[in-house]
């Protein structure tokens, strides 16, 4: 997960793609979670669901990749063998067993399961099985809504894609990026455009509920000519979604590091003004191919039965219980997350430790701007939602900021919904900032 940060000083302006995050993630930024308030994630943990009704979601980190690319900001490691890596798996299951005795988690079942990464399907079909029977063995997923799956087009052969089908993975994602060879190998990443087709066909082969593709806009060596050929071959394809994100540079890239060597600020990547106008295009082709624009990053083909669960579930404050090496949870309002280095996390779990890096304990005040935020991104928002949860006249409190990003064309009140338009949605992330506490207003990194 990204650093909540600010680095473009307009909302849709034209600027040069500088080093630092704009994706935000959560509320409040990650800077001002701390090792002082971990604490707080035993206290949360031992208590009782204050709702019946929360959702409780399961996320798993798989660390390993073949390659790191050039773009990269997760925790990924492409250097461990097949021992280091089984350690690691074990390690996580023995977590996740202490986990689901903890007053919070015994009994519930999870609403909803996500492997990310890292490269979750790096694993081995072997790996993949086992993996899951022992986690569902402590938290049985059976009944879950979904179960969504990360997955780099070069590592599904046959018998992968038939593995996590069995496992029960109902949402299989495919990190294509881009269809262009030269661009891929200009990015660091380890797949090919041959290899695209083979996963896919693959994937729906074996019948998936939902297959979405990822795509980036504006990646390193990306032109005019060659976006409009991935907006081509996405409609030809005809995924059940699709999410595009708009290229960022954040500090702890290869690409950072080498615009860093060389002294220069801007970043070798369109601006952001192009960036946004081919999300833009792309939105409009799949709007005319069929598709339903639903959030700032992802249009569905067919939303009376694709949904991402994940995601909203989690928008709408469901616990998430994450494990791994740097994965992120939310708790009964206690936002943790693990140790950041597969070393100390692992000498953590067998010391017997739960391996936590820092938390932050949210205020009501607090959730409700996280929820109003991250709900923005879905491009509208029911004030009444947010009246009946949690006594906040969301409409009231923020008149003036949406009477001014209404001013610019960026959203509109229509009855008690706020609604961002196209232009607005495209630079969601950056009018969200608006709406933070004065206390979490910064441009700090973390």
């Not at 660390?63 to 063998?81: A, I, L, Q």
């Not at 879905?378 to 001013?407: E, H, N, T």
Request: hydrophobic share 40%.
């Amino acid at each position: 997960m990204s650093a909540d940060a600010h680095p473009i000083p307009s909302h849709a302006g034209p600027r040069a793609t500088r080093a630092g995050n704009y994706f935000v993630s959560n509320y409040p930024p990650f800077s001002f979670w701390s090792e002082e308030q971990i604490p707080a994630v035993a206290e949360a943990l031992r208590s009782r669901p204050a709702r019946e009704d929360t959702p409780l979601g399961l996320y798993h980190h798989i660390p390993f990749c073949r390659k790191r690319c050039h773009f990269c900001y997760f925790r990924v490691y492409t250097d461990k063998s097949a021992r280091d890596i089984q350690d690691y798996l074990d390690c996580t299951v023995e977590e996740l067993v202490r986990l689901a005795r903890m007053p919070l988690i015994e009994g519930r079942k999870p609403h909803f399961v996500y492997f990310g990464g890292g490269t979750p399907s790096y694993l081995s079909a072997n790996q993949l099985g086992e993996l899951a029977d022992r986690m569902k063995g402590i938290l049985s997923w059976d009944s879950a809504a979904e179960v969504a799956f990360e997955c780099e087009p070069g590592t599904l052969g046959p018998g992968k894609v038939e593995a996590i089908k069995r496992i029960g993975v109902t949402r299989l994602s495919l990190g294509i990026e881009n269809f262009d060879d030269a661009v891929l190998e200009l990015n660091g990443r380890a797949h090919h455009s041959a290899e695209i087709y083979r996963a896919y066909e693959r994937a729906r082969h074996e019948g998936f509920e939902q297959i979405n593709i990822d795509l980036i806009a504006g990646m390193l060596g990306e032109t005019e000519a060659n976006w409009q050929r991935n907006i081509e071959r996405t409609l030809a394809l005809r995924p059940d979604s699709v999410t595009i994100y708009q290229m960022e540079i954040p500090y702890n890239t290869t690409i950072y590091k080498e615009m860093r060597a060389s002294g220069k600020l801007e970043a070798p990547v369109a601006d952001w003004q192009t960036k946004r106008r081919w999300v833009k295009e792309a939105f409009a082709a799949l709007e005319a191919g069929g598709y339903h624009i639903g959030s700032g990053y992802t249009a569905v083909l067919n939303p009376g039965r694709t949904r991402f669960i994940y995601r909203d579930e989690l928008w709408r404050g469901a616990d998430l219980l994450g494990v791994g090496v740097a994965s992120f949870s939310h708790a009964a309002g206690v936002h943790y997350q693990n140790l950041t280095e597969i070393a100390p996390y692992i000498a953590a779990v067998r010391r017997g430790d739960q391996p936590l890096q820092r938390a932050f304990r949210t205020t009501p005040e607090e959730r409700m701007i996280r929820e109003f935020i991250l709900q923005m991104k879905l491009g509208r928002v029911d004030s009444g939602y947010f009246l009946a949860k949690f006594g906040a006249d969301v409409l009231g409190r923020f008149g003036g900021i949406l009477r001014d990003l209404g001013a610019e064309g960026l959203l509109s009140i229509e009855g008690g919904d706020i609604v961002l338009s196209r232009d607005g949605l495209l630079c969601v992330d950056n009018l969200l900032h608006d709406f933070f506490l004065p206390q979490h207003k910064t441009d700090k990194l973390v």
